[in-house]
């Protein structure tokens, strides 16, 4: 029992640095040769624990063998144009002008079902204000409205706006968080003081706290009182 378990877990941490390096792309945007290469390293991997008898290697040796070849492919894809078509092929166009290629979308043997679907999830059901609907490589379908159309932005409306601001969590749960401090140059002693002065004895009170870049706070403890303010640009700076 406890062989099988070392080998499960020795075969789950080589694959989830295997996912790592692979990125954080989700299933609907990969590649047909980044599925190819995630089913089989799950299925090579899976190896081994199914047969306590099998060496562990016979699993794990097939799967680093599959992640050098999807770093491979990666380069090629990198450097050869003409790589990247064979292997991830060519954008095509289902819709232009309002009206459907059905040549195309036959040689692609795309569902029109699907596709009715994938332009309700983009928002656009009359395919008369659809000027191009592109099917990428990945699977997913790309709608561009034409401009009437497309809604209106603050820039046609000559309208001045401000940039939307990053906020980053620098507290969670009662505790501080590293990389949300880091993100915003912030001061934990500073943040400290401040919340003191509200009327916290401790940041385990705080449920969450989040900071923007253009200094504005918001702060819900863990009796669901919130606050909110905007404070001068950098307040919390180291």
Known sequence: MLNIVLRTAIVYVVL???????????????????????????EVAATPMDDPGTPILYGLIPAITLLLLYSLFNFVCLKSKRMRLFLCGRPSIL?????????????????????????RLAGQTDIESIHYAVLETNG?????????????????????????SFYSAVLL????????????????KKLSRFLKALGYRS??????????????????????????????KGYFHV
């Open 203 to 232: 940041p385990r009170e705080i449920l969450l706290l989040t900071l923007s870049d253009n200094g504005e706070i918001f702060l819900q403890d863990r009796r669901g009182q919130t606050y909110s303010a905007q404070l001068q």
């Open 16 to 42: 989830f640095f295997a996912m790592r390096i692979m990125g954080q792309k989700q299933a609907g945007q990969l590649q047909p040769y980044e599925i190819v290469v995630t089913l089989l390293i799950a």
């Open 95 to 119: 819709i232009h002008d309002g009206k459907l290629l059905s040549q195309e979308i036959r040689r692609v043997g795309y569902n029109l079902n699907d596709l009715m679907e994938q332009l």
């Open 173 to 188: 749960d009662g505790r501080w968080n590293i990389s949300g401090l880091s993100n915003l140059q912030t001061d934990p």
């Open 140 to 164: 997913q379908l790309s709608v561009l409205p034409y401009a009437s159309q497309s809604p209106v932005t603050p820039r046609q409306m000559r309208l001045s706006v401000s940039d939307p």
